[in-house]
């Protein structure tokens, strides 16, 4: 099997070196800048090391010649790959998609993105779910999910993600995968500032009531409330509410401590698009909304506990 990455960053280069421990042929794409630069003159990042039989290039034409491809960027950045492949015409392939976020201007799925530039004859899917590279680069397994658009490209989808490290269970609801998986970097910044302020045991409050309302608006979306209680949310909530290698949780405490935004964290601008999804489908999510007002109206962070506490739950 043949297999292309497109995006050399943490979690690609991850991609690339699992699909080449599996014995496929592997291309790991990037545009051209200093992180490429590094990758063909040391074949290594901070994490890992790649054998020099995975092609590193920043041809994109290349890259899509394979009939899968995943799709590892930030995505903000999305829209502007979809312009630059599409100039190729690419046909008959399957892109899986392997970030989470939704576009921060529109509210928009990555999927919704993908089709607004792509012929009718490719396929989607994407993979969510628990996995840091820190800890799969020493062999500890995981367990992700996979779901695609059309129930076509399904087993292919599942064949191609699953690996010795990644077992992989189907979902049958792309929205509501993409959306939990989304909203969970939201959930992240919520506990790093939790762990900011010297509460980490409010974080049992994230794990209860975030699946909640981020399963509320997969329903109002159109998508199916208890995907928000599988893998691509609740299954995420530990690599990303109780470990330290998540950039979100990172930057929730960098908020806390030294009110300065990180760059990495892509729960930052899926935060804005949460909240034009709040608007737009009428659904209340109190956490998400908490942690709007604290990086987007100037609510002080020692605040942020009171003010789910002003929740009104009738019953659990």
Known sequence: MKVSILGAGRWGSTLAWLQNNEGREVTLWNR?????????????NKY??????????????????????FVSVRAQHFRDLCGQIKAHHPKHKLFILAMKGLEEKTGKRLSQIFFEYFHSSNGVGVLAGPGHPQEIFKNIPTIMTCATLAKKDLALAVKTCQTSLIKIIPNNDLLGVEVGAAIKNVMGLAAGLL????????????LARGPVEVGNLIKAMGGQYQTAFGLSNLGDFGATVFSGFSYNHQAGELWVKERKLSQAAEGLPTLKAVKLLMKKYKVKMPICDAVYKVFYQNLPPAKFVATLLKEKVKFE
């Open 32 to 44: 051209q800048d200093e992180m490429l630069d590094q990758w063909l003159r040391t074949r290594k």
């Open 48 to 69: 890992l090391s790649l054998p020099k039989k995975v092609t590193i290039t920043s041809d994109l034409s290349e890259a899509l010649k394979n009939k899968v491809i």
């Open 195 to 206: 762990a900011g302020l010297g509460m980490p045991s409010c974080k049992s409050f994230l």
